[in-house]
């Protein structure tokens, strides 16, 4: 069997197999009136503890855990901004590779490629999303079904949903970009709408905010911005009581994120309710922020043929709807800008560096990476010191 990773990285004191265990947990200097967790309870037999200790199931165990990881420690902040860091430049080299002509699984390869070769990211934390053309409006594209197998064609907006793992912590950037690097009006207009949506959530993230509310900032400023190129016409505060910005926008503004790239924690005992109208019922938490959480700020902008349809045919909805551009864009596909913060005493942290104005020529020249996974692997013993218990 080959080593296990005990305490190098991953602080575990011991692993043992239930059949090695024997008698008591007494060799482990468990003091007496100790409860012991255990993940599975079968794999541990009452018989196996101590006079005084006490069993507790994977029920006990589950909700402790879950509500320690929605905080991060310095430790797993240091990670999860390698991570991205990695993940941002692998983004770059990505723009700075694609040709008109290319396959979207090509681009995924640049990807990949970079995140391992550069930062020592053997793995992704999910199934890498490069949409092309309508593919775009595709929420989860890249699947078995839709593996990234369309040509790239001259003019194609892209979407790239892409996110390095580095020592089991999540990165989840989206970038999205005209393919030949020149912006058409149209692409131009749902870009900036989707960047000032996230413009606008990023500059009022802080402690004691709720996500909810930057749920429908977000909309807000997206529906006003639509309404300002011609897509939408009536008034924004209607609009939203119709449920509009669901049409174009059919998930939650983002997530928790740290070991899962949709982090647990969202909805613990305790926690406010999910909640029930359009779009804010996509939301993976409702919760009030705290200072070091972590979450992805991700406004997107789809025209997706189905909600089209629906809102047309919608007597409330429909009248927003402006018909001759809502049909002019059909084909667009859509536009998401994915960026992963760290709540801070006084606002955010951005941990994604990747460009986001459109002078792409310029700002696309990135791709060095200053720190290197061995010099993080090497950061993360120094912090561990000799107790190793910089995690709690």
């Given at each position: 069997m080959p080593q296990l990773p005990t305490s190098e990285l991953y602080i575990v004191d011991?692993?043992?197999?239930?059949?090695?265990?024997?008698?008591?947990?007494?060799?482990?200097?468990?003091?007496?009136?100790?409860?012991?967790?255990v993940a599975v309870l079968i794999h541990i037999p009452e018989h196996y503890c101590s006079s005084g200790e006490r069993l507790l199931g994977p029920q006990?165990?589950?909700?402790?855990?879950l509500k320690s990881r929605l905080i991060k420690t310095p430790l797993e902040i240091d990670v999860l901004r390698y991570a991205?860091?990695?993940?941002?430049?692998?983004?770059?080299?990505?723009?700075?590779k694609i040709r008109p002509g290319m396959m979207e699984y090509q681009c995924e390869s640049v990807f990949l490629n970079y995140?391992?070769?550069?930062?020592?990211?053997?793995?992704?934390?999910?199934?890498?999303?490069?949409?092309?053309?309508?593919?775009?409006?595709?929420?989860?594209?890249?699947?078995?079904?839709?593996?990234?197998?369309?040509?790239?064609?001259?003019?194609?907006?892209?979407?790239f949903d892409m996110g390095a793992s580095y020592c089991g912590y999540a990165s989840d950037i989206t970038c999205s970009f005209p393919a030949n690097g020149k912006f058409t009006p149209d692409q131009r207009n749902i870009y900036n709408a989707?960047?000032?949506?996230?413009?606008?959530?990023?500059?009022?993230?802080k402690p004691g905010v709720s996500w909810v509310e930057m749920h429908k900032l977000s909309n807000m400023v997206m529906l006003e911005e639509l309404r300002g190129h011609g897509v939408l016409q009536g008034d924004v505060k209607e609009m939203l009581k119709a449920g509009l910005a669901a049409?174009?926008?059919?998930?939650?503004?983002?997530?928790l994120m740290g070991l899962d790239v949709h982090?647990?924690?969202?909805?613990?005992?305790?926690?406010?309710?999910?909640?029930?109208?359009?779009?804010?019922?996509?939301?993976?938490?409702?919760?009030?922020?705290?200072?070091?959480?972590?979450?992805?700020?991700?406004?997107?902008?789809?025209?997706i043929d189905s909600q089209l349809d629906a809102a047309l045919a919608d007597p409330v909805q429909s009248k927003f709807l402006v018909r001759e551009e809502i049909?002019?864009?059909?084909?667009?596909?859509?536009?998401?800008?994915?960026?992963?913060?760290?709540?801070?005493?006084?606002?955010?942290?951005?941990?994604?560096?990747?460009?986001?104005?459109?002078?792409?020529?310029?700002d696309w020249g990135g791709g060095s990476t200053s720190i290197r996974s061995s010099e993080v692997g090497a950061r993360l013993k120094k912090r561990l010191g000799a107790t190793g218990r910089e995690w709690s």
């Open positions: 011991v692993i043992i197999h239930p059949s090695n265990m024997g008698g008591s947990m007494l060799p482990f200097n468990l003091r007496r009136d100790h409860n012991l967790y006990v165990m589950r909700k402790r855990h991205n860091k990695i993940s941002s430049d692998a983004h770059i080299q990505v723009m700075r995140c391992y070769t550069v930062g020592g990211c053997r793995h992704v934390a999910y199934t890498c999303i490069c949409g092309s053309g309508d593919n775009g409006s595709i929420l989860h594209y890249g699947h078995a079904g839709a593996p990234n197998n369309k040509p790239i064609n001259h003019g194609d907006m892209c979407l989707v960047l000032n949506a996230n413009t606008a959530v990023m500059e009022a993230v049409v174009f926008q059919p998930h939650g503004l983002g997530h982090d647990v924690g969202g909805y613990l005992a305790g926690a406010p309710e999910r909640p029930t109208e359009p779009g804010l019922s996509k939301l993976r938490t409702a919760r009030v922020l705290e200072e070091g959480m972590v979450l992805t700020i991700e406004p997107g902008c789809y025209f049909e002019r864009l059909r084909n667009f596909g859509g536009v998401r800008i994915e960026d992963d913060i760290l709540v801070t005493a006084t606002g955010c942290e951005n941990l994604t560096k990747v460009p986001r104005n459109m002078c792409w020529g310029s």
